[in-house]
């Protein structure tokens, strides 16, 4: 858990979850999910916080994993539209 300070945009929240993950050393293809309320600097398509997140598993050799966030997100987006979140 890390406190944001100033803005939320997308690059915001992406250079901190970037950060924590990278301080804490742990390997970027072991992200599964991504759960969002919906909100646009979340999810927005050209520089939210999913949108960066793929793009930083585009840089990655790991295609499995690219593949498994990218079906897991679309799941999210899927269920938080039919449970009215989105």
Same mark, same amino acid.
């Given at each position: 858990?890390?406190?944001?300070?100033?803005?939320?945009?997308? %690059?915001?929240?992406?250079?901190?979850?970037?950060?924590?993950?990278?301080?804490?050393?742990?390997?970027?293809?072991?992200?599964?999910?991504?759960?969002?309320?919906?909100?646009?600097?979340?999810?927005?398509?050209?520089?939210?916080?999913?949108?960066?997140?793929?793009?930083?598993?585009?840089?990655? %050799? #790991?295609? #499995?994993?690219?593949?498994?966030?990218?079906?897991?997100?679309?799941?999210?987006?899927?269920?938080?539209?039919?449970?009215?979140?989105?």
């Amino acid at each position: 858990m890390e406190s944001l300070k100033g803005t939320t945009r997308g %690059e915001d929240l992406y250079g901190s979850v970037s950060g924590v993950i990278e301080r804490l050393k742990l390997p970027w293809c072991k992200l599964a999910n991504v759960t969002t309320d919906g909100s646009p600097n979340l999810t927005g398509k050209k520089v939210g916080l999913l949108k960066r997140i793929q793009d930083k598993f585009d840089t990655l %050799e #790991s295609l #499995s994993g690219l593949s498994l966030f990218r079906a897991l997100s679309k799941l999210d987006s899927v269920l938080g539209t039919a449970m009215g979140y989105i």
